[in-house]
């Protein structure tokens, strides 16, 4: 795998995750926790994030053995998943895929939501944990995941420090600056999920080439 792809590997998970996009979530959930409860929260978060990654990267060809399912059916739905998370991003929305209204109910109960709903499934949600078998069922060579371990690490690395400076973020940017990067990483997600489409479609229909 060359690191042209391990560089489209770290910002698929950049479009298809968006950080920045859930700042506003990530500073309603922590509102009533102190500075120091927030920045743990974002540690825990992003560590949950990067663990739930590795483990669906190592896993994930296992989970399709188990049953029964072709890579190219996987695109498939993968990439159909992602183009529907994707649309609700154009709209400058999270959508419901990610995170529904009961679900947000029972996060305002929650104590902790460093893990649930932060983690999973807002973060490391279908979108991402889909891309994620994709690449390491296709790119399983121990090299490759070694390479894509390391942009997952990174990507948590990167997506702590965004949360660390939230407020600051969510000052500069302000509620219209956020939803303009979620749509604008959600158009870039609608092309890597009509990209995935596409690829199981030839895988399934070869005669399409």
Avoid: C
């Avoid at 920045?39 to 825990?44: D, F, K, M, V, Y």
């Avoid at 159909?80 to 991003?89: E, G, Q």
């Avoid at 489409?197 to 030839?202: E, S, T």
């Amino acid at each position: 795998m060359e690191l042209t792809l391990y560089l489209q590997f770290f910002l698929g998970l950049v479009a298809i995750v968006n950080p920045i996009g859930i700042l506003p979530v990530f500073v309603t959930l922590t509102s009533h926790l102190s500075e120091a409860e927030r920045r743990r929260t974002a540690i825990h978060a992003n560590i949950a994030v990067v663990v739930i990654l590795m483990v669906t990267m190592l896993a994930g060809q296992l989970i399709l053995d188990m049953f029964s399912i072709s890579l190219s059916a996987f695109r498939v739905a993968g990439g159909t998943l992602i183009t529907f998370i994707a649309m609700s991003m154009l709209q400058g929305k999270l959508g419901e895929v990610k995170h529904n209204k009961a679900e947000d109910r029972e996060s305002a109960a929650r104590e902790s939501v460093a893990v649930v709903p932060l983690a999973l499934p807002l973060m490391a949600g279908p979108g991402a944990i889909s891309s994620v078998i994709v690449y390491a069922s296709e790119y399983s060579a121990p090299a490759n995941l070694l390479g894509m371990s390391v942009a997952i690490g990174l990507f948590g690395l990167m997506s702590w420090a965004i949360f660390r400076l939230a407020s600051v973020i969510f000052k500069l940017l302000g509620q219209t600056g956020i939803n303009v990067i979620t749509r604008i990483m959600g158009l870039l997600m609608l092309s890597i999920g009509i990209e995935v489409v596409a690829a199981g479609l030839k895988g399934l229909f070869p005669s399409l080439l």
